[in-house]
């Protein structure tokens, strides 16, 4: 059976306009498409495109999340809106993940309370995939906790470690404990305790990895606290962005460099695409019943598509399956202090 | 009189061939250099530049501290090595500051162990100047301290303060907290905690940042945990150095590229000098009895040069004396709990 994805029409910077297109392509590559919101709109954005054939449904939800919403406001009071009817259909069985490049906080919010976790998850935590000089790397936590445990920070990396194997494609990914120097004993108390528990798991744990080390592309997944990973995160973009509009400021800055950045057109083209988050999905939010895409508000319509498939592949490989057999294989290192730590 | 500067003549992945060099260079532009180190490959260096007239004196110092030496090994065993010697010419009052590119870990601790704090200072922490699209902006802190209470987190950006106005230059510094979110209330407990503290204070605060922000150059100092900085500046250096070499790598894939290239070098060159942190001074290490600069392991002879001017800097413009100044002005803040915090 076709993984069934809900997909919220109205989110994103660009809303249907972008997310209705990728959602067609993806129903063309076999996945079950749920488009959620603005009916009107939707069938608008639809009308032009070859449907004939695909399995795409509509469900109408009269309300949208803005951008500025805060997340408790729109998970209470918006509950028509196209993110909470689109999670509400994984809720029911009728889709079997959602993805949104809507208000990113209200979908975590979503997510957390419509869906609830999976046995044994503490925290749900957002893991950020980034492209780096080899293959992209998992970072997780990207924002959904702060103030984490040290059997948070387990788990983060137990979940990632799931996702790079059954979702990227990883044969036997490694996993590092973001901290401050390579040696053990290095780093906050949180991580402290941490090195332990990853120590004692079956993962493939490398030990302490730094900020440096994270766009070389010799680790696969890296493990922090939601503050780290979302101050990271953003300054990746941020500082990409800075750079990316440095060089093109000097490189316009004569008709001897304009002439040379035309023939090289090509190489930076290939540049920008290696630095473009378009080509990699978005966040999953991983730990919950259900799967679950945080896409980025400015993704564009190659963006979107691979969110959809990325949601695809976690259902068609039963990705939440082999986390349940994690946690369980792991739960010594964990339950101790579970009930607490809740 | 001029500013005494201690040079660890030792320091740094090129030691006394590059450091030697800037020295005599910072000599020529005024500063009253004491050079520290093995004196034979100290005499060597300076045989060949012309040092007539210059104001530069060589202390011997018998051991070298090697980049894997742990610091605190290196404080205890290497009581003669070159930068706990020139370290020690600021306790004594032979020099006003120092600057280092050697172990960065055991120059931190020697500037702690034997200098001391600030009166009222709770924890001295590290400040990292980074480029941006305008003004460099100062990251704090980037290593010294983890687990930071608020009352540490208020004082980095009362130090860092003083350094962007006295040191950088900047007129009235605008001062954010490191967040993931803009919106007060956003973050951890101890960020939280922090903001409170700041919008209380006569800083110009400007609210929280998030890490997109830190490279814009729209915020001047930017304050945040030990861990979160580290992390912050190892990744961006690591990030710039992996775009830099994608960007080379699809720019020499054709001939054509490599042509244009060849055209746009002087754009490339500028584009490099921006990101470049040979052009930024080190990383100056705030709240001690004495100037400390920790320089860059790969710093080359400009980056060292710089390093020995903001020492310099630091001592004309008395900047000790403003820290202090501040510190009592905002004891209020911190007093009530720096007893407990120290």
């Known amino acids: 059976m076709a993984p069934r994805i809900a997909v919220d029409a109205m989110g994103g910077d660009y809303g249907p306009h972008v997310v209705v297109p990728a959602a067609v392509e993806a129903a063309r590559e076999g996945v079950h498409i749920v488009l959620v919101g603005d009916e009107a709109r939707i069938s608008a954005e639809l009308a032009p495109l070859k449907t004939d054939g695909l ?23 918006k509950r028509d809106s196209s993110i909470q009817v689109a999670t509400r259909l994984v809720k029911d069985g009728q889709a079997d993940g959602v993805v949104s490049a809507g208000n990113s906080g209200a979908t975590v919010a979503c997510g957390m309370f419509v869906l609830g976790r999976i046995k044994g998850v503490l925290r749900p935590a957002l893991a950020g995939i980034m492209p780096t000089e080899k293959t992209p790397v998992v970072l997780i936590d990207v924002g959904a906790n702060v103030d984490s445990k ?7 990396g137990l979940m990632a470690e799931v996702l790079a194997r059954h979702v990227l494609g990883l044969e036997k990914p490694s996993v ?15 991580v402290r305790d941490a090195f332990d528990l990853f120590r004692e798991s079956e993962l493939r744990f ?52 304009r002439l040379g950045t035309l023939l090289s057109m090509r190489g930076f083209k290939r540049f920008k695409r290696v630095v473009d988050y378009a080509e990699y999905g978005g966040a999953p939010l991983l730990g919950l019943k259900g799967t679950v895409i945080v896409a980025h508000g400015k993704s564009n319509e190659l963006a979107i598509l691979n969110c959809i498939r990325m949601a695809a592949t976690t259902v068609r490989n039963k990705a939440h399956e082999h986390l349940s057999d994690g946690l369980a294989v792991h739960a010594g290192l964990t339950n101790g202090s579970a009930k607490s730590a809740a």
């Open 150 to 156: 040290p059997q948070h920070l387990f788990q983060f």
């Open 55 to 77: 399995d795409i449904d509509v469900v109408p939800a009269t309300q949208v999340v803005e951008m500025d919403d805060k997340p408790g406001d729109a998970l209470r009071r």
């Open 176 to 190: 590092g404990l973001l901290s401050i120097g390579e040696e053990e004993g290095k780093g906050n108390a949180a």
């Open 206 to 257: 490398i030990g302490n990895v730094e900020g440096r080390d994270i766009f070389t592309g010799d680790v696969d997944v890296v493990v922090c606290d939601g503050f780290v990973g979302n101050v990271a995160l953003k300054l990746s973009e941020g500082l990409a962005s800075s750079m990316s509009r440095i060089l093109k400021r000097e490189l316009h800055s004569s008709w001897l460099s």
